[in-house]
């Protein structure tokens, strides 16, 4: 069985940080390209970050660019966002989510399985 778990979330202040962590069991982690995705109830989710296999290539949206960093460490199996200068538009839940791709992709569509989430709150 495939699972994805998110942790990390919280409240914090404007221009505060976080570390969100997704651990990944039931899969080859290290063939998967692996991404991040937000949203916030009532619209569309949105890309956020991804990263290649073993980490060599990465790719942000305009809106992150800067702030937030996206890791990996294929020996724990586990997926990292570090969200630093957070905004209160950078609330909302975020989703860990496998690629088979074999490449980075910034389209949901491409990713076949997710996790659950977990809450960012940003407050002003």
């Known amino acids: 069985q495939v699972r994805l778990i998110e942790s990390g979330g919280g409240l914090v202040q404007a221009g505060g940080s976080l570390k969100l962590s997704c651990i990944v069991s039931?899969?080859?982690?290290?063939?998967?390209?692996m991404g991040w995705f937000r949203q916030v109830p009532g619209e569309e989710r949105e890309f956020v970050a991804t990263i290649s296999r073993f980490g060599g290539t990465t790719q942000y949206s305009e809106s992150v660019q800067g702030r937030f960093y996206i890791s990996r460490e294929n020996n724990k199996n586990t997926l990292y966002l570090q969200m630093n200068r957070l905004k209160p538009e950078d609330t909302a839940v975020y989703y860990c989510?496998?690629?088979?791709?074999?490449?980075?992709?910034?389209?949901?569509?491409?990713?076949?399985?997710w996790g659950q989430g977990t809450q960012v709150t940003v407050s002003s």
């Open positions: 989510a496998a690629s088979e791709a074999g490449v980075v992709v910034t389209s949901q569509r491409a990713y076949e399985y």
């Open positions: 039931g899969l080859p982690f290290s063939v998967y390209t």
